[in-house]
């Protein structure tokens, strides 16, 4: 039977199995003792039936006859109506006859004492049973959570017999080839990050030089107003195309785990006013208003750096996705359960399509009248506010604006 491969089990029906013919052994044994007991105390009446009698005068030798001899029906009928009318019968309580209440007392409590001690026995072999597979499972538990926590070394005991064991191997065999995912996926991940940063490096050298040479253009003031609208042209596009490659070779560092986070307390509204700063002269030449609202005593633990570049993201996003007049609200709040930031527009709103997909990497909306973002964006934001901690999250409705929200939690569940 398959059940009885494992060792425990097979201890646990041992000690079970030596239980039970102990108490086999036990209960003849009282049975013996019981029978012997019943033959002495019968003996004794006996005889004190006999010294009775003899102290009536019977002769010795019809006193013998009387426990030697045999008995017919009708003498044993003529002694129970003769008893009977002494009140001595079968309903005589057993109060009123010392013999057989001693008697009952005694082996009861011995039944009781023996049925008392092979229950326990029982119940600690179960007992001790319980707690070795408990045992075994907290072992168990704590080596899964030791390789969720990053130690992918630990493994099982799975050395013995039994279910558990060929459930470790099992697990063992999850874990081994979990590890050689991770394993694979960290070596993806340092490749992409190395050919990214490789690749941005390598551009930065000629996106530099076309900068200074269009500069340069600049200077001299052709006078040919074609040349200078294309130079003027060519200059914002270098321009974007060295956002895009920084804004990748941040990504892939960040998705490499390639970024260590100086965190720091800070006060959240230097942050947010550093973020708004960075898109006021633009918001007044379209004509858009930008508010910040934030207590100047909530602080945050975080990257200063970094989080600007989060939120200056996503303020980025609003303007491009607002019209003059519109508004654009940058909030900071706190509880005692976390810190929020909440950025809200009143623009044109995200399409429900679109609603799941807008920190997807890349992703370009159909709907989207904005033609030059690259999609980097608020996948950057997110993976830095995941880096924090935090989480993001986006509400929104066509024509009536989007609202980001941002949350750090301050409680960190054990």
């Not at 109506?81 to 109060?95: F, H, V």
């Not at 935090?390 to 066509?398: P, Y």
């Amino acid at each position: 039977m398959g059940i009885m491969v494992g060792k425990n089990i097979k201890l646990l029906f041992a000690a079970i199995a030596a239980i039970l013919l102990g108490a086999l052994l036990a209960g003849q044994l009282t049975v013996k003792l019981m029978a012997d007991d019943y033959k002495q105390r019968m003996l004794t009446h006996d005889y004190e039936l006999a010294g009775y009698l003899t102290e009536s005068g019977l002769p010795p030798h019809r006193i013998a006859a009387l426990f030697t001899a045999s008995k017919t029906g009708e003498q044993a009928a003529a002694g129970q109506r003769l008893l009977n009318g002494a009140a001595y019968n079968g309903d005589t309580p057993i109060s009123l006859l010392p013999e057989v209440a001693g008697f009952q007392q005694k082996y009861a409590l011995l039944l009781l004492a023996l049925s008392v001690c092979f229950g326990l026995a029982l119940l600690t072999v179960l007992l001790l049973f319980i707690l070795r597979q408990n045992a075994m499972l907290k072992r168990a538990n704590a080596a899964l959570i030791g390789f969720m926590e990053g130690d992918v070394k630990l493994r099982l005991d799975d050395q013995a017999e039994g279910s558990f064991s060929r459930l470790f191997t099992s697990i063992n065999m999850l874990a081994t080839s979990l590890t050689a995912h991770i394993s694979r996926e960290r070596q993806n991940k340092e490749f992409l990050r190395d050919i990214i940063s490789d690749i941005s490096h390598q551009l930065k050298t000629p996106l530099a030089a076309l900068l200074m040479y269009g500069e340069i253009i600049q200077d001299e003031r052709t006078g040919n107003d074609v040349v200078d609208k294309f130079t003027s042209k060519s200059r914002r596009e270098l321009l974007r195309m060295e956002h895009l490659i920084q804004s990748l070779l941040k990504l892939a560092r960040l998705d490499a785990g390639a970024i260590a986070l100086e965190q720091a307390e800070q006060p959240l509204r230097a942050v947010l006013e550093a973020a708004m700063q960075g898109f006021r002269t633009r918001a007044e030449l379209e004509g858009k208003t930008v508010v910040l609202t934030c207590r100047g005593d909530i602080r945050l633990n975080c990257d200063k750096e970094w989080l600007l570049e989060a939120v200056s993201n996503i303020v980025k996003n609003a303007l491009d996705h607002t019209e003059a007049g519109d508004k654009l609200e940058i909030a900071g709040d706190e509880t005692p359960l976390f810190t929020g930031i909440t950025i809200t527009d009143n623009g044109a709103g995200i399409h429900p399509e679109d609603i799941h997909s807008v920190f997807k990497r890349f992703y370009r909306s159909r709907f989207s009248k904005d033609k030059q973002g690259a999609g980097i964006g608020l996948t950057l934001s997110r993976s830095i506010v995941e880096k924090h901690g935090g989480t993001i999250t986006v509400e929104s409705k066509l024509s009536k604006g989007t609202i980001f929200r941002i949350v750090f939690p301050k409680l960190t569940i054990l």
